[in-house]
């Protein structure tokens, strides 16, 4: 892994600028946003759509961010971050970041258009998405980012029911295809990664997504001290993949030798449990033509 | 109107006088999405900004879609920006989500809508079903009726909406194609003028870097329903300050608009139209005419259709009044009852015993003209009325089956 940003660990922060949020414990949305919040600090006006950041972050007169916060419409985060950026631009308002943190449902489905055209006008924010693999706030029903074969409410996996039957969206190609200055995938699992991203996401001007893979104890079905232990077997299994896209170009930030068995991710979680070996190895065959593509753009 | 004219005349179509006023107001930021007949306002604004023409810097965000306008122009003024966006029909419909985000956080947005119908029938000619569905939003409504008064209504609205004690997004509507594409002599005030009129937005409504804050929060129960009648009773305050800020507009600019609600020859009228935007320039023609005839008739102009000009219309119904009949125009359906403004009229002319009798009509829908022998036909329905014999409380005017 190279570290090539001016950020270093040990000017980590121990100000908290997320405090007190009322996500469930195990919550890897919560680490996802403390972590990129050390990094960029107390000049960062960040922006939430519906979702459940939003909905465990603020509830009048409470609110967990000691940072500027506004909430915003579902489809609306990146449109409503393109504002705020040019309102900080005309206002002369120096070194400050203009933050979008939405999830797969709010980035991915209703917000892609908005978002779409962010990264196209290249405006001036950072975008981050934490991925949770479905709408949680309003209890578990399957995003496009939803894996295939993963059960949710609207997705039931039973008698003749095999959970989500299409394969997910791939955002960070999406973004990428914008040519966008930077655009990143990263796991709370990888928490040093994460924040060298965010740190180099901060030096850049433009448009910077990073797409961070959130697991979600609740959704998800397995018990909350396990979050970053799925992160992990998310990407060690290959499921996940730490990648960058900058100048132009594609990098890997983490290429395991092996793939560790899918099952070991998947069969521990409740989403999957419906799952059969013969589904497994499906999944598998499905990885690694991703990754065959993948390692290809990567040599390009 | 007095003959005072500050400015310079001008031969600008409706949608260009609307660019004047936007340009003197100087926004930060725009953002909108072109849609017609609002789309040759966003253009001569798009000339204005590359062209360095505007009042002050300006950041135009070419938006992908009106939903994100709304939002755009609602992140800007999150930050203490002055901002403006533009819009019609579907454009409008699109933004609904956001108009109420805009207004529950009390952001004082200025839009202006180019009326038009609302698909299906697909139409891109005018009606006011766009606006009229979008009352509820909690934002302030005004109606022109002229290229002028569309300039200088802009102008109020900056000034109305970013007042402390009012701080509401305010739309401006004006009747597609009727005014945004028709050229006439417009008064182009002075910047001077206009400085002195609208002073630099301040707001304490914003985010700050010195002491951050969280907006647009969530309420529980236990707060909304004080949050929404807060919210109420700034609208029962925007009434004085729309008479109010229309006086001082009179006192600098020799213009003037009379608040929520204009009348033309009612003094002593018995039948009465109230109209909404450009078909009050046909009904005063109209109106002229019947009173050369010896009618005792009047108009009504409708300015504001949030906040409703509610007292205005209970005083029609008191003893002093002369009105005996009155008809309104509705250039909107609200199905499965009636005309919008038939209904917030009638409602605020209700007591037990109301002297007065009432006729809606409805017409001009999709493009559909509002002549002067329709505003005729409309008259002549008000005297029968008067008159004691029946007509329909609820009638179409001008279809091509009677
Ligand atoms: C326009 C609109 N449609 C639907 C909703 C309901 N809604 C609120 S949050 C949400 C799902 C959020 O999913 P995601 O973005 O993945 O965030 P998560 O809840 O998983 O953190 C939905 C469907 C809404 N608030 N607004
Ligand atoms: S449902 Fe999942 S994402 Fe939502 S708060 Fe709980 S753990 Fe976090
Ligand atoms: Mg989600």
């Known amino acids: 892994m190279t570290i090539d940003s001016k950020f270093q660990f040990s000017d980590l922060s121990d100000q908290e600028l997320l405090y007190g949020a009322k996500t469930c414990p195990g919550c890897a949305a919560t680490i996802a946003v403390r972590l990129a919040l050390k990094v960029l600090g107390e000049r960062t006006f960040v922006c939430v759509p519906a979702c459940c950041l939003a909905a465990t972050t603020n509830a009048y007169p ?25 309102a900080a631009e005309m206002q002369g308002l120096e070194d400050v970041t203009i933050l979008g943190i939405a999830g797969d449902g709010g980035t991915a489905d209703i917000g892609l258009q908005a978002l779409s055209g962010v990264c196209e006008r290249n405006d001036n924010v950072i975008y981050l998405c934490y991925d949770n693999e479905a709408y949680m706030n309003t209890g578990i029903q399957r995003s496009s980012s939803t894996p295939w074969g993963a059960w949710t409410t609207t997705s039931p996996a039973g008698e003749g029911e095999r959970g989500k039957t299409k394969y997910r969206k791939n955002l960070f190609d999406i973004i990428a295809a914008h040519r966008v200055p930077y655009c990143a995938t990263a796991s709370v699992a990888y928490p040093m990664d994460l924040m060298e991203k965010v740190a180099k996401a901060k030096a850049i001007k433009g448009a910077r997504f990073i797409h961070v893979h959130a697991p979600c104890p609740t959704g998800w079905g397995y018990s909350s001290e396990k979050t970053i232990e799925y992160g992990k077997l998310a990407v060690e299994s290959g499921l996940w993949y730490l990648a960058e896209y900058e100048n132009g170009e594609m990098k890997l930030n983490l290429t395991p030798k092996t793939f560790k068995p899918a099952e070991l991710y998947l069969k521990g979680q409740r989403r999957f449990r419906h799952m059969t070996e013969q589904d497994y190895k499906l999944i598998e065959e499905n990885r690694d033509r991703e990754w065959d593509l993948l390692k290809e753009r990567v040599k390009a | ?202 707001t304490f409504n914003k985010l700050s870097l ?185 009638q179409f005017i001008g279809m091509r089956w009677a």
């Open chain 1, 62 to 86: 409470q609110v967990s961010f000691a940072v500027n916060y506004v909430v915003t419409a579902f489809p609306a985060t990146a449109s409503t971050i393109a504002g705020m950026a040019a």
């Open chain 2, 1 to 202: 109107m007095t003959k005072t004219q500050k400015g310079k005349g001008r031969f600008l179509s409706g949608n260009e006088a609307a660019a004047e006023a936007v340009r003197l107001c100087g926004p930060q930021v725009i953002a909108a999405y072109p849609i017609t007949p609002q789309t040759t306002l966003m253009e001569k604004l798009s000339e204005f900004v590359a062209a360095g023409e505007m009042s002050a810097p300006c950041k135009l965000l070419l938006v992908e879609s009106e939903h994100s306008a709304m939002a755009a122009v609602m992140g800007a003024a999150m930050m203490g920006s002055r901002v403006f966006t533009a819009t019609s029909s579907q454009g409008l419909l699109y933004m609904c989500e956001m108009l109420n985000y805009v207004s529950g956080s009390r952001f004082p947005v200025v839009m202006a809508n180019a009326n038009r119908g609302t698909a299906t029938p697909w139409t891109i000619f005018g009606d006011q079903r766009d606006s009229f569905a979008m009352r509820d939003s909690g934002w302030i409504q005004f109606y022109v009726e002229s290229g002028q008064e569309a300039l200088d209504t802009i102008l109020q609205a900056y000034r109305i909406a970013e007042l402390p004690d009012v701080m509401l997004p305010v739309m401006v509507n004006i009747d597609g194609f009727t005014l945004p594409h028709t050229y006439d002599l417009v008064q182009v005030p002075e910047q001077k003028a206009v400085d002195a009129f609208l002073p630099a937005f301040k």
């Open chain 2, 210 to 394: 010195e002491a951050p804050k969280c907006m647009s929060f969530a309420y529980g129960p236990d707060y909304h329903l004080e949050s929404r009648c807060l919210q109420q009773k700034v609208f029962d305050e925007a009434v004085g300050v729309i008479e109010r800020v229309d006086e001082e507009f009179y006192g600098l600019f020799g213009r003037r608009y009379h608040g929520l609600a204009d009348t033309y020859r009612c003094e002593d009228a018995e039948l009465v139209l109230a109209v909404t935007g450009s078909a009050a320039g046909t009904t005063r023609v109209v109106v002229d005419k019947l009173r050369a005839e010896g009618k005792k008739v009047g108009l009504i102009k409708v300015r504001c259709l949030r906040p409703f000009p509610a007292k205005f219309f209970a005083s029609l119904n008191s003893p002093q009044n002369s009105c005996k009949v009155l008809g309104v125009l509705d250039r909107n359906i609200s199905f499965g009852l009636e005309g919008g403004l038939y209904t917030d009229a009638k409602a605020s002319m209700y007591r037990p015993g109301a002297k007065i009798n009432t006729l809606g009509f409805v017409a001009g829908l999709g493009g559909h003209d509002v002549s002067k022998a329709d505003i005729e036909v409309m008259f002549g329905k008000l005297a029968n009325l008067a008159e004691g014999k029946p007509e329909e409380e609820h």
